[in-house]
């Protein structure tokens, strides 16, 4: 396969780097927007991770592919249903950002 | 549908019949109904109980009625009377027949107000009658909870803060309770087979291991003490009392505080003899205590309520102070001091409730002379008081007796000469009596508004006179409400003596 | 034997009008209510007459000896399968006699009160509580088991209550009545704690197997002791105060002299001839236990009994109220009849005192009855209780003037009235057992033909005081029952009470013992003489006298501070030392504790609700880094 000549740990390499990116952008950024963006490379990183091992440990089932569909689907419907919420958020406090929107406290 | 099942069905038609009315008049006919139905059961339950005693039949037992609930924890909806239960029932439905009509007046929320004192004597019914652990104590958290909307929507003074405070001790003792119940659940089956049970007679033919009775007795009779205002977990009444509505206190001292007492004995005494042989000692001590200390404590109260509340700490005491004796004779006296209690405290706050009405003080300084004003409350007034402080011809003089021979026979030198020091609570109890009557309702009238007020309107006299009656009855005839309740007693003790 | 069951009917008679006057009082006239409650007791009367007679003179004694028979019986309340409450009627001598005394000074209450209560306010009130009052008394006599008569103990003490109450809207009766309930409640708690000691031991209530020769406590007194004195003596010492309480012997008899604020006819009833007799009764009643079992506790009884009699003599002198005069003399002849049961032994000539008090207490009744109900027929014609707003009455009282002579003549012990027999065999019993009760008794004999005296020539003789308007003789009603306890006065002391109530049942014969009679009636004789002189005529006699022993006087005249003790201990200790401290540990202490509980458990949300921002990225960061943290705990555990 093509994958054949490039080793495992490329691939964790820079799954753990996307998983991290993401974190970080979302405990940093104060848009909404960019949060959700954030989780999605979050949710990509664990497909990478999800595809190589499924392709290096058990090179002839399919299980590991399969969830990354069902992860990409989840993450269009979770985005969808963020997105709304993020513009009714919108609606009700004119703005995006997070720190503006911390009615949900003690 | 068997007969025990409709007392709590009916006050629960009674709540829904209540949504659909569309006034004051329509709710409280009502509800007037529905107890009137609920009353003329207790006394319908109370012949029949008997019919069936001198039929012969002699099971512990009656009308039990079983089905399972939830089979995987071997939960039943499982009831059935004794004569102890009996007892408690038709209190119960005096009780709350006769807060119906001292809240006549309630014109606040007055749907609300009934639908949630209904709901919470259908707690009360549900509670006398189970015979399963886990039932009983759900009904009994159904009695409890309304409590704290009765008293912070209904209430008066820092109603938010005695109702916080009631409920949330009474639900200390909940916890309590709950640990022991389960305790008592997963020790239920000694042969280690692991089937366990909630049914109070298998449990108690089963018996717990003592190691088990030791840890558990003590929580579970402090829970229940903690409803029975034992001492030093008795803050709540005062307070609680002082701020409910009439109704509520009515039905809070008369028959609530009465569950503490029946838990005790039922829950307490009866499924774990041996640790409560074993730790009585310390029990019999706060109990003596609280006898004494409610009845000095009443002494230089000003305000009625607190008044009633601290004499409720110290006959209630009595309550307990007498199951702990565990002599046949002592525990029904203790039966039959909670259905005197029960309805001589329910008259004193409907009587309080009526007098506040008019005058709208408690305080009795700044009332005087209002026999002359209004005779009708106050001739009720003195009646009430000298059953309080013990008279002949009245329950409380029954009860009272009772306990103290009952437990005057206690072959140990020191149960008797704690017995001793708890009778002295009948001179106090006379003081604090005399003392409320002499200022309130004797001597000149010292508020000049006072002058035109009116006596009492037929459902306040209805309602007085409800319980006036049944206290003079058990005190004028004592024995057949004494045999019933022996009659019960019987294999309870004997099953204690065989045991220790 | 006669069938004895219709006695039932003397004490149903007065429940019955006390339930129709009671609840139905109000929707007739007033005399109405009065003119039923007389006829009810005087059928009451009528058959306790009947009883009397057959029982002592048709059936009188079978082999030698009176039977007691317990007319009816029936179980009240069962405690144990041994231990139960009967309300009965036990008929036997004492009973029989309480009987008669009862009944006649409530029916002569009863009628006299037509005249005197006529026209005040809750007329009906007042018949039912007396009618209230006669049942309670009733039941109380012809008790069948110490637990029944507690059960009329109290409620002849509600009756009391309700009575000296009687004008409620007056601040000092309403005192006077909380005072008499809440001293002979505690009293009453000593009769209880006895009551239930005595059921411990003996396992029964009942008088018959209590006082058998061959009962529980007499053939087998309980061994156990407590300080060197039997259970059986602490628990009779304790009914005793029970019986001291009701009787007013000291130190319990504070609140005698206050019942006086009842109406007169109340203080004549129950003041004076039965309710406060009761404690008298008990002893009587519990005698052979007392005197075979218990003989430390008959002298506790003989000795306050004698130290009462003496004590409220001295005070008697003094006093200006002429009904507390007559009250403290109540209590003065309470002690004596209490010594004669101290002083008593069983059986035979030996049970002298016991028959001598019995006696005393019959004769007692009549004449101070009478005694009370002249000072009524007095306050009615001067409108005061005041000693010093009377005087020359005699010529506006003829016949209350004579009939209260006759009864002052009578209290003194002069020969042939009924005092002078019943004093007499009680000096005797003392002379014979106890000679400085004896003493005491000579001492208390003079005393008392002094005040009576003095207590005559201030109101008869004596200056006359002016009055607002002329004082008249009392009506009809009111003098007939005067005249009719006048001759009771006279002539009960002749009835031959040796052959009738003696200690055990048995008759024996006595006869006057000159040593003991020519002392007493001399002294009686220079009491009154000594009156005579300081009171006869106006003169500044008493004033010097008073004033050359100002001390003594005063001490007398505040009865020896007795009062204010009494005020200390209630106000001071119960209130202020016991119940307001209580009152404040409950709600600093107690309720503080729990307020606590609910303060640690806010403020400590208090503190960590800062946690709870609302700012999502602050929750996420703490959610990473506990991930984290965690992963890294679990790597450390398991990696090895």
Redesign the interface.
Known sequence: MMTQGIPLYYFLIISTLMFFIG?FG???R?NLIT?LMSIELVLNSVNINFVAFNSYLFPHRMQGQFFSLIVIAVAAAEAAVAIAIIINIYRNFRSIE??K?????? | MDILSLFVVIPVLTVFAIMFAKNLEQTRWISATGMLIQLGLAAFLVFSYLHERNLGNTAQWLFTYDIVWFSSLNIHYTVGVDGISVAMIALTSIVVFAGIFASWEMKYLSREFFISLILLASGVFGFFISLDLFTMFLFYEVAVIPMYLLIGIWGSGPKEYSAMKLTLMLMGGSALIMVGLLGIYFNSDPTGAMNFTFNLNEIAERGIPIEAQRFFFPMTFLGFGVLGALFPFHTWSPDGHASAPTAVSMLHAGVLMKLGGYGAFRVAIYLMPQAAHEQAWIFIILTAVSVVYGAFGAVVQKDLKYINAYSSVSHCGLVLFAILMMNQTALNGAVIQMISHGLMTALFFALIGMIYGRTHTRLINEMGGLMKIIPFLGVVYVIAGLASLGLPGLSGFVAEMTIFVGAYQHPDTFHRVVTIMATTSIVVTAVYILRVVGILLLGPVRNEHHLHLSDAVWWERLSTLTLLVSIAAIGIAPLWLSDMINFSLKPIVERIVAIL | MTNYSYTLLIPLIPLAIFLITGLAGHKFKPIVSGLTGTMGLTIAAFLSYTTAIRYFFIDGPANGMYPQIKAVSTVWLRFTDTLHIDLGILIDPISVMMLVVVTTVSLMAHIYSLGYMKGERGFARFYSFLSLFSFSMLGLVLATNIFQMYIFWELVGVSSFLLIGFYYEKPSAVAASKKAFIVTRFADLGFLIGILMLSFTTNTFDFITLTSTSGPIIAAPAGAAFVGISVVSWALILVFIGGAGKSAMFPLHIWLPDAMEGPTPVSALIHAATMVVAGVYLVARLFPAYALAAPDALHVVAWVGGFSSLFAAVIAITQIDIKRVLAFSTMSQIGYMMMALGVSGYGDHEGLGYMASMFHLFTHAMFKALLFLGAGSIIHAVHSNNMTDMGGLRKYLPITHITFLIACLTIAGIPPLSGFWSKDEILAAALHHNPALFAIGIGVAGLTAFYMFRLYYNVFWGQERHYHHTPHESPLVMTIPLMFLAFAAVFSGFLPFSHLVTSDLKTFETHTDLAVAIPSVLIALVGIGVATVMYRKPNSLPDRVSSSIKGLYTASFRKFWIDEVYQFVTKKIIFSGVSRPIAWFDRHVIDDTMNAVGWLVVTTSERIKGFQSGQVQQYAAVFVSSVVLLVLVFVYLFSN
């Open positions: 974190i979302f405990l940093t104060r949060m997070t720190d929107v911390n009615e949900m406290k003690y």
